[in-house]
Structures are given as structure tokens and as C-alpha cells.
């Protein structure tokens, strides 16, 4: 499976060679998106990945830097089919979002555009609980709560299982022991934001948690933004070579 980052940086002003968060799992039978930050769709078709075969897409939580790139993304979708005279792989695109309120702005913009977002294809959302929320026989993903926006139910983290491997997605998080459980049980690959937690907090605390194979820093603040190669050391220093401060374009083979 391939992993890529499609955009690292967190919600703060624009960054040169960084779009807001968003990152996919490529597993060869459908893409998965978490994530939809500013410029997803952009650097994902310029970067050679066909758009056309998503299956699902999962947003964390309705901050802008999250799903500024969502109305463009769908809109790609649905034009791809156009320009490429080509049907969306596999009939079906599902959206699971924990806000609802906030997709039916995105809606408004598309119905509001050419076309209306008249789709050929089953355009599913739904509304991110918690606990098991996909098994499609490729992957399983379940969903827990944060706290980051101040409410329990609006920010989600994630758990992605595919062909024996396991992710963790924080998503925007209060405090990394919100995943704690996770953690312990362990994965081969975690995505931590780090705008809003420190380099030295992160790393110390994955540190703990020997059951955490590899870790790839997302979402970055001004930290990294700033002192990125001092970042590089003091992660390094604490984790060694299972840490990596991710930059968009960045690809894993898991
Ligand atoms: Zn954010
Ligand atoms: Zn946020």
C-alpha cells in the first residue's frame, strides 16, 4: 500500500511548499482520503493520482485547514469524469464527516456551480460516530472523539487497517493521551499534528509507547514551519530513524 502526503502544514497563513493537511491511503483497490486541506485535489491529480478512484473520504473535523480543499475536491471528481469521458471507478464515493452542518455549506457551493453536482455516481455522506464506521472488505477504519474543538463529537481520530497493517491518524487532537488506547495496541504507522503540540512532547511521549512502529509528523505548526532542521534533530535525537517530519509529495511503501 502507499501512503502520500498531499499536505503537511497546518491552519496558519499560506506557507511556501506547503498546502493545509491532507493525506492518502492508495491500497492499489481504491483511495482513501483523510483529510481535505486546501490544494488536496490540486497536487493529488498533478502528482499523477487518479482521482477517480476514491472510495471514501474522511475529514477530522470541519476547521478550514481540514476541508478547504473538500468543495474542490468533489467538484474534481465529478469533472474528471467530463474531461476524461471516463466513469468513476466503482459507482460510489462515500464522505464521512462528524458535521453534517458544515458539508451542507460545501454542498451549497457545488449545487451552486456548473452542473449543479448532478453526479452518475452514488454519492454517499455520513456522519462520523464512533467506534467501526467502515468495512468494505479492503479496509476497516473506526473513529474515536477529541476534544480539540472543545465539544466531544465534532473531532475525530482515526484507526485505518489494511492488509495487516495499522494506522493512526490523529486528526487535530487536545492531547495525544487521547489516543492512548491506540497506542498501547500499537501500529505500524501513526500521522501526529504538531500544531498544537510540541516536537519534544510528541516525540517523548511515542518514546513510551514501544508498540508505535513508525511515526510521521503532520500538520505542522510554526515549530517545524520555522526551525524545520532543528526539528529534524531534536525528533531524531529522542526516536532516531522510526521519526520523520513529513513534507507534501512525501510516499511510504507499507
Ligand atoms: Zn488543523
Ligand atoms: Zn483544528
Known sequence: MRIKVLG????????????????????????????????CSYNAHLWGIDILDIRSIFISHPHMDHVGGLPELLWTVRKLEWVKKQKK????????????TSFEGTLGMLKNSEGNFVVDFDFRVKKVET?????????????IDNMHMGILGLSKSYRIRHAGKTIVYSGDVKDI?????????????????????????????????PKVKRLWLIHHGREILYH??????LASSILGEMVH?????????L
Request: charged share 25%; aromatic share 10%.
Open 8 to 39: 503537511s502544514c497546518s491552519g496558519t497563513e499560506p506557507m511556501p511548499g506547503r498546502h493545509h493537511v491532507s493525506w492518502i491511503l492508495d491500497t492499489g483497490n481504491g483511495i482513501y482520503w483523510f483529510d481535505a486541506g486546501e490544494g
Open 89 to 100: 471507478n466503482y459507482g460510489y464515493l462515500e464522505l464521512f464527516t462528524p458535521s453534517l
Open 131 to 143: 467506534g467501526l464506521i467502515l468495512d468494505d472488505g479492503i479496509v476497516q477504519v473506526e473513529a
Open 177 to 209: 493521551s487521547e489516543m492512548e488506547e491506540w497506542l498501547n495496541e500499537g501500529c505500524d504507522l501513526m500521522f501526529m499534528e504538531t500544531g498544537h503540540h510540541s516536537v519534544k512532547t510528541v516525540c517523548d511521549y511515542i518514546a513510551a509507547h
Open 228 to 233: 524545520t532542521q532543528e526539528s529534524r534533530e
Open 245 to 253: 517530519i513529513s513534507d507534501d509529495g512525501d510516499e511510504l511503501e
